[in-house]
């Protein structure tokens, strides 16, 4: 499948077909089916956008490029219809600065020098919850954020208490069941927090080096999470 012109940093499969999207570091967003090892489409994105992120819904039926305006210095995701996505998106979501900061700002004891570190920090990674309703952003700080899928008015979820001082690159993703955020840390541990209200549920320990994979299975109660070394670990009922 040749096309790109630099490193590729994401792919997404449609669950529903044998097409899937990827995104490079070129800037460039190619939609590929399995049958051909050229590009079938390619999305036209603002030339100020980069480094694209793509990933489909559950159903496939939509899928969103996440990408950085360099001119309005802004992170947004923009949402496609996976049949009209030639017309273009049919809406950016993405939470406000103002959202944010009031979101940190019911956090206790937070300082304003760590507030302004993760409001500074890139967008690495996203993907939708299992239901289509909600989605999971990650950051390069300690910042996640969890937001409704097409109301941007609705404040987002905000956890800041996973360690990610160093700024590297940490796996988070749902749960199979959507009620939880699984995610790593600096301190090579797993952190299992609550969807809906960001609270932190639980601890892992095992891994040697920080997680920057993570992947539950769909249908049974597996989670499975990689740094140099890989574990699959059962979620207690």
């Known amino acids: 499948f040749k096309g790109h012109t630099n490193k590729i ?3 997404s499969i449609n669950p529903t077909d044998d097409n899937f999207l990827s995104s490079s570091i070129d800037g460039k967003v190619f939609l590929w089916t399995l049958g051909c090892s050229t590009p079938i489409a390619q999305l036209i994105l603002p030339n100020t956008c980069e480094l ?3 990933s489909f819904d559950s159903s496939g039926l939509i899928f969103g490029v ?18 009209n996505y030639s017309n ?3 809406q950016d979501i993405a939470p406000s600065l103002t959202q944010i900061e009031l ?5 206790p004891d937070i300082t304003s020098q760590q507030s302004q570190r993760v409001l500074q920090s890139s967008w690495t990674t996203f ?7 909600k989605i999971l952003i990650n950051t390069s ?3 996640l954020l969890i937001i409704d899928s097409f109301n941007p008015d609705i404040e987002p979820v905000v956890i800041m208490s996973r360690k990610n001082e160093l700024g590297i690159t940490l796996g ?6 959507g009620q939880s955020i699984i995610t790593g840390n600096e301190d090579n541990e797993l952190q299992v927090y609550d969807t809906l209200k960001g609270e932190l549920q639980t601890t892992l320990t095992g891994h040697v080096a920080p997680v920057g994979f993570i992947k539950c299975n769909p249908r049974y109660d597996v989670i499975a999470s990689g740094c140099v070394n890989t574990a699959l670990w059962i979620q207690s009922p």
């Not at 979101?103 to 956090?107: D, T, V």
């Not at 988070?172 to 069941?177: G, Q, V």
């Open 172 to 177: 988070a993703t749902f749960s199979a069941d």
């Open 66 to 83: 996440l990408c950085f305006d360099t001119k309005l210095k802004l992170h947004s995701i923009k949402l496609y219809d996976s049949k």
């Open 127 to 133: 993907e939708f919850s299992p239901d289509g309703q």
């Open 141 to 143: 700080s300690d910042l």
């Open 103 to 107: 979101a940190l700002s019911k956090i």
């Open 9 to 11: 940093n994401s792919l």
């Open 52 to 54: 694209p992120y793509v």
């Open 88 to 90: 273009g998106p049919f």
